[in-house]
């Protein structure tokens, strides 16, 4: 267990929250229902210096995310850092951010995605962070939403209790340890570097979009080659949406593949868990960095 010091304290009224784009380039349009969201809630906003900029696919130069990024974590009155969307960017600056002041005052990093960069690196770091949606996927029609509803709790309570009806492949068991983990392809591409996941004793979990089966195949065979999967207290799957296939078909379906590389280890699994890409409605948030239970039966139950 962590101590209490790195834990990310819930937000209060008047809190300011900063928006900032690490990865992919963003509009105003686009975060204007978000902006309104926390304003709703009760919260302020700041908006980093290059948050609509546009560099290629980019919101800026590394230079200019680095420096926003670097801003917000900074900014003494910022509790929390909100990640506009995802794409690709973050594990370009990474490195180059300075985490000492967050080290000594936490505040909370938001984001799914991309943003497992930097989830991953302050989970080595000892800090807390939130893997919830992103402002790019705050719509009017999202706005009340359990994506939303779960992050505000999160931030706002620093708790989270949720209930599910359970996945015919899940393999039940009880679990207690820290939950890490984000994206499976940023999971991937961070090993062997000072951001690589330690999983041992702990709670993983694991999301992905847009891949070829054979790349998820590879993937988790990585993970388990490294020994990130033999000693894990437990696994929960999020969403594994959007995968694609060769003309010569791989023969199994992304579950089966996570399933078939844990399938000999004991530890409760959990497939199906509505957090990560398929549905912008329903990615429940999750405290990375913080102590959880997961019970997996008839039901799923996730507490932190």
Known sequence: ?????????????GDLVAVVAPARKISEAEVACAVKVLEDA??????APHLYGSFHQFSGTDAERLADFQWAVDKEEVKAVWCARGGYG?????????????????????GYSDTTAFHVHLQR???ESLHCTMPVNVTEETARSQSVRTMLTALT????DYTFLSHPMNRPGEAEGVLCGGN???????????????????ILFIEDLDEYLYHIDRMMLSLKRSGKLSRLAGLVVGNLSDM?????????????????????????????????????????????????????????????
């Open 157 to 160: 309570e620093g708790r989270l």
């Open 184 to 202: 499976l392809s940023l999971l991937y591409a961070m090993q062997a570097s000072p951001s690589d996941l330690q999983t041992e004793g702990k």
């Open 244 to 304: 694609h296939d060769n003309t010569v078909p791989f023969g199994q379906t992304a579950e089966e593949i996570v399933w078939n590389h844990v399938a000999e280890y004991h530890y409760p699994v959990c497939f199906g868990f509505p957090a990560g890409h398929a549905d912008p409605a329903e990615n429940h948030a999750l405290i990375f960095g913080r102590a959880a239970r997961l019970s997996v039966g008839t039901e799923v139950r996730l507490t932190q």
């Open 42 to 47: 009760g919260l302020r906003v700041a908006f």
């Open 125 to 127: 770091l000892g800090l």
């Open 1 to 13: 267990m962590r101590c209490k010091k790195r834990m990310c304290k819930p937000l209060r009224a």
């Open 90 to 110: 973050g594990m370009r600056i990474v490195d180059s951010v300075d985490f000492s002041r967050l080290r000594r005052h936490p505040k909370w990093i938001c």
